[in-house]
């Protein structure tokens, strides 16, 4: 039997260091059936840089998110295309494709 039950998910806070750096934590919330109290574990996710307010992820949360790496230069794309195949399919079918390229013949691309 489990004695204690995660009661929601997960949240984040920020908690300003002495030394000026704002961490970034990851607060868990659980509730102990037995003791009948609410308890919270918090863990440092990553830092918050002071000039653009991005996060800066720690070692240990990259490695949990499975982030294989941390170079800038490494970007990727994605482009949705699926409202189009439909679209596209539905006026083939319907004919509505050549209604409309006779209503407005110079917008066929």
């Not at 919330?29 to 918090?42: I, R, T, V």
Request: net charge positive; hydrophobic share 30%.
């Amino acid at each position: 039997m489990k004695a204690m039950e995660d009661t929601r998910k997960p949240y984040r806070v920020e908690h300003k260091h002495p030394n000026g750096t704002t961490y970034v934590y990851e607060v868990f919330s659980f509730w102990n059936k037995e003791k009948k109290q609410s308890y919270n574990k918090q863990r440092c996710i990553s830092k918050l840089d002071p000039a653009t307010g991005e996060l800066i992820p720690n070692r240990s949360h990259t490695e949990r998110a499975g982030i294989v790496t941390s170079d800038t230069s490494v970007t990727a794309s994605s482009l949705i295309v699926g409202p189009t195949l439909v679209l596209d399919a539905v006026t083939k079918e319907s004919g509505l494709g050549k209604v409309l390229d006779r209503c407005f013949p110079n917008t066929s691309g």
